[in-house]
């Protein structure tokens, strides 16, 4: 059975740093690029980043892009978000999830997703 599992959020300043981290069980991790979304209440879910099954390439929002950090450690099988200067709208439950070689942007094209995890960023 496949498990994706978010850990990490908080409740952290505006202007502070998070580390989300992402273990993924039941499959062949290094065959899975790995996907981070995120979703605010009343808003649609976002895209943040991927970073692809060997770790070679990463992408991100816009959004989020030169604040937030996608890796991977292949061995313990997990995925990181490193999420600097944080704002207020980062505020969000943060979603992983796994898919088969390549990254997407579309949250219905991941294989399995986790069920997320909470940060907040006061202002």
């Known amino acids: 059975q496949v498990q994706v599992v978010e850990s990490g959020g908080d409740l952290v300043q505006a202007g502070g740093s998070l580390r989300l981290s992402c273990t993924a069980s039941g499959l062949t991790f290094i065959d899975h690029a790995m996907g981070w979304f995120r979703q605010a209440p009343g808003k649609e879910r976002e895209w943040v980043s991927c970073?692809?099954?060997?770790?070679?390439?990463?992408y991100y929002g816009n959004s989020v892009k030169g604040r937030f950090t996608v890796s991977r450690d292949n061995a313990e099988k997990t995925v990181y978000l490193q999420m600097n200067s944080l704002k207020p709208d980062d505020t969000a439950m943060y979603y992983c999830a796994a898919r088969y070689l390549y990254c997407s942007l579309s949250w219905s094209q991941f294989d399995y997703r986790g069920q997320g995890t909470q940060v907040t960023v006061s202002s």
């Open positions: 970073i692809n099954s060997s770790g070679g390439s990463t």
